[in-house]
């Protein structure tokens, strides 16, 4: 199991940036590394379900949602078991609670198999 910690979250302008970070602090590094790492939205108007925003994969291939293509960008650095989220040009329609997450697939889809979950980071975009 990896263990994720989520950071960075907070209150911006439309138009701001945030950059939001998925730590793994008491992973096997090895065991991070070979994960797909991905970030997920839960919206207010929408508390059932968790939508992705971006996944990377362990050698760096990266899938967004439509919704943030050209405005987010996903990277990890496997040396410090951490995947960042670089966010910009934010939009109201960003806001929520953001996790991050290892297990699922490059799409977002459930492999069915074990899946770690942080606890969540509130980013709220104002306009």
């Known amino acids: 199991q990896v263990w994720l910690v989520e950071s960075g979250g907070g209150a911006v302008q439309a138009g701001g940036s945030l950059r939001l970070s998925c730590a793994a602090p008491?992973?096997?590094?090895?065991?991070?590394?070979?994960?797909?790492i991905g970030w997920y939205r839960q919206a207010p108007e929408n508390q059932r379900e968790r939508e992705l925003v971006a996944a990377i994969s362990k050698d760096g291939r990266a899938n967004y949602a439509d919704s943030v293509m050209g405005r987010f960008t996903i990277s990890r650095n496997n040396s410090r078991k951490t995947v960042y989220l670089q966010m910009n040009s934010l939009k109201p329609e960003d806001t929520g609670v953001y996790y991050c997450?290892?297990?699922?697939?490059?799409?977002?889809?459930?492999?069915?198999?074990?899946?770690?979950w942080g606890q969540g980071t509130q980013v709220t975009v104002s306009s």
């Open positions: 997450s290892a297990g699922r697939n490059l799409d977002g889809t459930s492999t069915n198999g074990p899946e770690s």
């Open positions: 008491r992973s096997i590094t090895s065991v991070f590394n070979g994960n797909i």
